[in-house]
C-alpha cells in the first residue's frame, strides 16, 4: 500500500508541476484576480467521495486553492456520509479544464452487508485520503468529470467483525474490500 500512496504522490506533483507551466512568469495572485472562482460545485457520483454507493456532494470554495465538501450516500447496509476538504494544486478557476487535488475527509469508508443475516449489517466510520482530477469540458468550463481514488482507513472493529463473518460456516463471502477506493462523479459549478 506505501508504494501505492508514493505513485500517487509522484503523480500529482508531476501533474500539477506540468500545469503550472501553462501560467507563464505570472504570479499566483495575478492569475487568481483575474479569474472569478466558483462558489459552489455540486455532484453525483459513485464512491466513498458521494458518501458510498452512489450520492450526492455538495462543495463550497471559498478559496480558489480551497473546497470544504459534505457528501452523503447510500451503503446496501445503511446511510453513508462524508465531510472534509479538498485542496487544489491548481485554482479552481473557470479558464482550467484540468485541476489536481488532495482530499481528506472523514465520514462512513466502510461496510458489512450480509444478504439473508441482517443481524452482521453495519457500517463503519473512520478517515480517508485521497487525490484525484477535475476534467471541465465546454465554453464555460463549468460543468465535468471528477475522478479520484482513495484510501480509507478503516476502524479496526470492522476487521473483527469482517472476521466475525468469514468463520461463520453458514455465510459464503463474495467479495473482499480492496484496500482502496475509486470515486468517479458528474459535477457542475456554480458562480
Do not use: C
Request: charged share 15%; net charge neutral.
Amino acid at each position: 500500500m506505501r508504494k501505492l500512496l508514493v505513485i500517487i504522490f509522484v503523480m500529482l506533483v508531476v501533474a500539477g508541476t506540468a500545469q503550472n507551466n501553462q501560467y507563464g512568469n505570472t504570479t499566483a495572485k495575478e492569475y487568481d484576480k483575474d479569474d472569478f472562482h466558483s462558489l459552489l460545485d455540486l455532484g453525483i457520483g459513485a464512491g466513498l467521495y458521494y458518501g458510498g454507493f452512489m450520492g450526492p456532494v455538495i462543495q463550497y470554495i471559498p478559496l480558489n486553492h480551497l473546497g470544504i465538501f459534505g457528501s452523503a450516500g447510500y451503503f446496501f447496509a445503511g446511510l453513508g456520509w462524508q465531510a472534509g476538504i479538498t485542496g487544489y494544486i491548481m485554482p479552481k478557476v473557470p479558464n482550467k479544464p484540468f485541476r489536481v487535488f488532495g482530499t481528506a475527509m472523514y465520514g462512513t469508508n466502510a461496510s458489512i452487508y450480509v444478504i439473508g443475516a441482517s443481524y452482521y449489517n453495519k457500517i463503519y466510520l473512520g478517515p480517508s485520503f485521497g487525490g484525484g482530477i477535475e476534467m471541465r469540458f465546454g465554453r464555460s468550463k463549468r460543468s465535468g468529470i471528477n475522478a479520484q481514488i482513495i484510501v480509507p482507513i478503516r476502524d479496526s472493529q470492522y476487521d473483527v467483525d469482517l472476521n466475525i463473518v468469514k468463520n461463520d460456516p453458514s455465510i459464503e463471502i463474495d467479495s473482499e474490500p480492496l484496500p482502496v477506493n475509486i470515486s468517479v462523479g458528474y459535477h457542475f459549478e456554480i458562480r
